[in-house]
C-alpha cells in the first residue's frame, strides 16, 4: 500500500484510477484493458508529479524527507555494499539498534559504513529506535572510526534522524559528551570520510556523523538544528508555523549547498526518491564513486586539512563575515590577550616583592 502526502491528492485518484485501468477484471467483469488511456494517465501522473515536486516549499520538502516509504539507510547499505559484516556495540555499556555500522566493499575497496536506521514499520520503528542514537550507538561509531583509521580505511556514513535520543537514560550516560566525542573523532580522522543525508538530519545527532570531508544530501532531505515543529513553538509559540520555520532555517538542500554547508546535492527521481528505488541507488553510488576517488593520491595530512578548511571556510563570504575581518578580530583578541597576560604577569612580579617585603619586616622585627 503507497501512502501519500497530503500535498499528494491528486496523484493519489489518478494512480488509484491507473490501476483500475490495469486490471482485467474490473467491476464489469473481464474486458479488454484501453493500453492507450493508461498511457494518457500515466503522462498525466508524471506531469502532475513534476509540477508538484518541481515547485514544493520548505515544509513540504521537510514532509517527503519524512515520508514513510522514503528508502531508509539500510536499503542502501544492502544495495551499494558488498560483503558487509556488521560490527556492535560500544564497549563500555551495550548495542544501539538505531545505528548499523560494519566493514564492506564498495568497488572491491574495504570502507567501514554507519548508517542511522529508522526502520520500515511499526515494530521495526520501536527497535530502532525511530533513528534517535543513545550514547552507546555514537561509542560504537568512534570505536570503529578509530579501527578504520588505524587500517586506513574511508568512512561513509548514512544521515537520517530527527535527532539524538533525548530520554533520562541517555542524559545519564552521558549523550552530550559521546555526541561531542563523536565529532571531535571526526574531524581528527586521517582518512577520507563521506557523509550522506538521505532524510532527517536533526541537529547534534546527525552532525556528530556528519562532521567529514564531503558532506552530500540527496535533493529533497533536510538538515538542520532543530525541526520546524520546534523552532516555531520557540520562536512564535504556535508549532502550525512550520512553513515560516522552515523557511528561516534554510534547512534544504539547495539553500544548504549556497551556504556551503554541504558539497553536493544528489539528484531524486520526479515525485521523491521512494518512486524509483534503483534510480537512487545508482545516483548515490555514482556520487560515492565520484567522491572517493577524489581524495585517491592525497596524504594523511591533505586529507585532514582538507576537511579543516571546509568547516572553517563555512559562514566566509556568505553575508556573515569576511576573512579581513575575521583576521582583524583575531589579531585584536590576540593583542587584548596578550595586554592581560603581561599585566598579570607585572601584578604576580609586584605581589611576590610585596611578600618577600612583608616576610623581611615581620624577620627583622622579631630580632629587635
Known sequence: MKNYLNFESDI???EQELEQLKDPYNQDGLSEVDTSKISKVEKEIF???QNIYSNLDPWQIALVARHEDRPKAKFFIDNLFEEFIILSGDRFYGEDKSVIAGFGKFNNKSVLVIGQEKGEDLETRIERNFGMMDPSGYRKTVRLMRLAEKFKIPVISFIDTPGAYPGVGAEERGQAEAIAKSIECSME???PTISLIIGEGGSGGAIALASSNKVL???NAIYSVISPEGCATIL????KKTLEAATAMKMSSKDLLNLNIIDEIIPEPVGGAHRDKDLIIDNVRSSLEKNLE??????KDEILNHRKNKFLSIGRNKGFTSQSEISENLSMKENIIGKIIKKLKKNVTISYFSLAAIILIIFF???L
Open 365 to 367: 622585627y622579631k630580632i
Open 12 to 14: 493519489k485518484n489518478l
Open 189 to 191: 580522522l586521517t582518512v
Open 236 to 239: 512564535w509559540r504556535d508549532p
Open 47 to 49: 506531469e502532475k508529479l
Open 294 to 299: 577524489f581524495f585517491e593520491g592525497m596524504n
Open 217 to 219: 544530501m540527496l535533493q
